[in-house]
T-cell receptor
Framework: EAAVTQSPRNKVTVTGGNVTLSCRQT?????MYWYRQDTGHGLRLIHY???????QIGDVPDGYKATRTTQEDFFLLLELASPSQTSLYFC???????????FGKGTRLTVV | GDSVTQTEGPVTVSESESLIINCTYS????????LFWYVRYPGEGLQLLLK?????QKGSSRGFEATYNKETTSFHLQKASVQESDSAVYYC????????????FGQGTKLSIKP
């Protein structure tokens, strides 16, 4: 069964701190995505990638970096975390074209 | 720009009653919009509930239905008789045929079912 695994599931950090969120997919998909979900906004795309070493900017990229080290692994980096980045983060994977998208269970990040 | 607007939540419906969650979209930069309903159960990731990629067509799954109406730019989700297990957050989303993971989501509608 297709799987997207996020870690950690919960994280608390201080303002100015350095945080890395991890995502691994075992679907052999080319595309991977990072979204954030805030009350009243639905999910918004931060960054995405269509293969190892590739990075594309999404709709709300400010304050975030991302890196795709392998086909399986996609990381989201917050180098100077701010309270405005307190959110629920979802990773997803898909293939090109008319195929299903698979989401992880989410990482709840709190910046205090 | 591209956007999706859906029924503000939370919504509470009694078991066996009917449900409609409204969704309207604006797709100014997508030539052939694809429309989706995703569902998130407590503690789980989002799952695809149904999708329709052709205007005028209807999608259905698990008793839910939605019709892609290009004239009214709508994609409302309906169910004739809800069950307690339908309690979840429902998201309407807009995408393209080329990359269906690059989505524009509505704000989500939290649905609670009263037994």
């Amino acid at each position: 069964e297709a799987a997207v695994t996020q870690s950690p599931r919960n994280k608390v950090t201080v303002t100015g701190g350095n945080v890395t969120l991890s995502c691994r997919q075992t679907n052999s998909h080319n595309y991977m995505y990072w979204y954030r979900q805030d009350t009243g906004h639905g999910l918004r795309l931060i960054h995405y990638s269509y293969g190892a070493g590739n990075l594309q900017i999404g709709d709300v990229p400010d304050g975030y970096k991302a890196t795709r080290t392998t086909q399986e692994d996609f990381f989201l980096l917050l180098e100077l975390a701010s309270p405005s980045q307190t959110s629920l983060y979802f990773c997803a994977s898909s293939d090109v074209g008319n195929t299903e998208v698979f989401f992880g269970k989410g990482t709840r990040l709190t910046v205090v | 720009g591209d956007s999706v607007t859906q029924t503000e939540g939370p919504v509470t419906v009694s078991e066996s009653e009917s449900l409609i969650i409204n969704c309207t979209y604006s797709a100014t930069s997508i030539a052939y919009p694809n429309l989706f309903w995703y569902v998130r159960y407590p503690g789980e990731g989002l799952q695809l509930l149904l999708k329709v990629i052709t205007a005028g067509q209807k999608g259905s799954s698990r008793g839910f239905e939605a019709t892609y109406n290009k004239e009214t730019t709508s994609f409302h989700l309906q169910k004739a008789s809800v069950q307690e297990s339908d309690s979840a957050v429902y998201y309407c989303a807009l995408g393209s045929n080329y990359n269906q993971g690059k989505l524009i989501f509505g704000q989500g509608t939290k649905l609670s079912i009263k037994p």
